[in-house]
């Protein structure tokens, strides 16, 4: 038999979607991002009127008009500059395409992509199975910022593109205007692409303020954004996500899109634009939901005497496993689900450093859920090395 495709060579299981797999019915699991409480009751009641009423069929490759046209009104206003939802908008299937979209449209076999490290896994994936390379630029605990003379050395190989996860998958750090311009300056000045990964954009804790990169100064014609339902409507199993950029953009993204699954799901979009057209209301309810889950779940790790990274946006919360003298953290997270009942994510899987002392835990759950985790958590203190 011929060989099959090298570039697989260095692929493993998503290490996140494993720790689902591992985790016993007993287990409570913090480990992979999805909530366990329902979404909205309105999309829940457009879902069962679409299960009757239709679309069951496809719908336009690049996303139902009903869809894009609420997207583009919701965006547009939150964005602050109008976008054509016929020709500024690629729906597809989670934001997990949306990013695959963005960059096959953007990369060629050679060039060059810069990922901020600890990074979401799939980014490094993306880039390999484009045949492009990573450059990682290391984002320094506590804050997680960035060294502008190392950003700037990572410019200077004329890479092809950024990848900007904001709020930040795995740290929640909230890049600042400060930031943000200077990425946008360097980009300008070397003419990089910006592809952003927004999912989380509506869970910002205050006082953090939420930029949208593509709304600074002359990088709108740059910026590739993408970004999903799946989070901010608590519908992680509906899989609609989109890529909204300029025209030129867009006609490429569509043929890419196309061609890797035709479109999203018909009856979903019909059911979720509900949600597209929710007033600003339900977003600072949401916030709120997210603000109480996060200070619920740290004050609990505090208790506890947990070393943790405070998250400025997203669900997520970096905790420092060095006090239980374990070398592997995978080995640790193996362990936790067996002996402790709660499962995490090895903070190895998103380092490109050699970093081993760190899980990963989300709190996007139930208050009754998050407190029995931290009932169980508790029982760490008793495997502190002395």
Known sequence: MQQLSKSLDGFGESVIRKMTRISTEDT??????????????????????????????????????????????????????????????????????????AMETVCEPGDEVIIFSPFYENYTADTI?????????????????????????AFERRPKALILCHPSNPTGKVFNREELNYMAQLSEEFDTYVITD??????VY???????????PRMRQRTICCSSLSKTYSITGWRLGYVIAPKEIIDVCKKVHDFLTVGAAAPLQKAAAVGLEFDDSYYTRFREMYTQKRDLFLNGLK??????????????????????????????????????????????????????NYVLFHFAKKEETLKEAIRRLKKLKDYEVK
């Open 206 to 216: 205050e006082p953090n303020e939420y930029i949208y990169f593509a709304s600074l």
């Open 28 to 101: 409570i699991n913090l480990a992979q991002g999805f909530p366990d409480f329902d979404p909205p009751k309105e999309l829940l009641d457009a879902l069962k009127e679409t299960a009757d009423y239709g679309p069951h069929q496809y719908e336009i490759t690049w996303g139902s008009k009903l869809f894009r046209n609420n997207l583009a009104k919701k965006q547009s206003r939150r964005m602050g500059f109008d976008i054509n939802p016929e020709e500024e908008i690629v729906v597809t299937c989670g934001s997990t395409e949306a990013m695959m979209v």
């Open 303 to 356: 208790e506890i005497g947990l070393r943790y990274y405070e998250p400025q946006g997203a669900y997520y919360v970096l905790v420092d496993i060095s006090k239980f003298g374990f070398d592997s953290d995978m080995e640790f997270c193996e362990w936790m689900i067996r002996e402790i009942g709660v499962a995490a994510v090895p903070g190895s899987s998103f380092f490109k450093e050699n970093v081993n």
């Open 198 to 203: 927004e999912v989380y954009e509506h869970i």
């Open 129 to 153: 199975l484009c045949g492009a390379k990573p450059i990682y630029v290391p984002l320094n605990p506590p804050d997680f910022c960035f060294d502008k003379d190392v950003l700037r050395e």
